[in-house]
Nanobody, 121 residues
Framework: VQLQASGGGLVQAGGSLRLSCAAS????????MGWYRQAPGKRRELVAA???????NYADSVKGRFTISRDNAKRMAYLQMNSLKPEDTAVYYC????????????????WGQGTLVTVSS
């Protein structure tokens, strides 16, 4: 199972980026998916999360600016980031709880490799 994050880059303050996370491999389904970020010298923090049913949760710092979505059929998650600020600069990581069924049901957290978002002032 692999998670591949993409879409990061350099953008000016006020601009937008869309991150994508693709899950691949042999598994049954995906429970929650989320985006985390880690800025230099800081701890990794949750940015946004979405359940398999579409319920969402956001960090206060991104509410109203970021939107998380997913396409269960494509095994994809997205993070639309608008009105970006310099403090949004970080490596963004995709996370997913993968469900594997082999005689029993197993749920494992997986992480993507991270994609760098840099917002210039």
């Amino acid at each position: 199972v692999q998670l591949q994050a993409s879409g990061g880059g350099l953008v000016q303050a006020g601009g937008s980026l869309r991150l994508s996370c693709a899950a691949s491999g042999a598994f049954f389904s995906i429970n929650d998916m989320g985006w985390y970020r880690q800025a230099p010298g800081k701890r990794r923090e949750l940015v946004a999360a979405i359940t398999s049913g579409g319920q969402t949760n956001y960090a206060d710092s991104v509410k109203g600016r970021f939107t998380i979505s997913r396409d269960n059929a494509k095994r994809m998650a997205y993070l639309q980031m608008n009105s970006l600020k310099p403090e949004d600069t970080a490596v963004y990581y995709c996370n997913a709880e993968i469900v594997i069924i082999i005689n029993a049901r197993y749920e494992y957290p997986y992480w993507g490799q991270g994609t760098l978002v840099t917002v210039s002032s």
